[in-house]
């Protein structure tokens, strides 16, 4: 009895993990379409007001964006067909954060109408440059011990985070 009432929980635990997954893949691209559409009018805005430049560095902000979700839209498809998740897509989600922000962020000094003493925060884009850098290690740790762990199997391919359900 308490066997089939587990294998019951279960199941209903497996089948919403599986609406809340188709829940999120939906959520993602309707965020991508909305970016998408906020990047063709910040270009179409940037050549109606003849500022393509700083038009240009605004829209770059938007695409660092899409690239999140592009990231996030491919680990949801990794997962959905294998249960495999790799931990390595939130680094990389992290380090394009990181980046959007050393490009945006000048872009918005700019504009501010502020003096650049006043604007411009020196510890704010060490702290930045710095995150970054670990970000950048740690990318570089994961990645080289999924491919130490590949050569050891013979298999070529890397050891992700397996979920409990193929343990």
Known sequence: MKAMFEERLLGALRAFNHILH???????????????????????????????????????????????????ISAEINYVQSGVFHVVVFIEVAMITLLR?????????ATAG????????PWHYGLLLASLLVMGILHKLVTSSDKKGSDQDGSGSSKPLQTQQEQ
């Not at 179409?44 to 999140?68: E, K, P």
């Open 22 to 72: 188709a829940f999120l893949a939906v959520a993602l691209v309707l965020a991508s379409v909305m970016v998408l559409w906020e990047f063709s009018m910040a270009v179409v805005h940037a050549v109606d007001m003849h500022n393509l430049a700083h038009g240009f560095l605004q829209s770059l902000g938007t695409l660092f964006i899409v690239w999140t979700l592009s990231s996030l």
């Open 101 to 109: 922000q050393l490009i945006a962020e000048p872009v918005t000094v």
């Open 114 to 121: 502020q003096s650049l003493e006043q604007a411009f925060n």
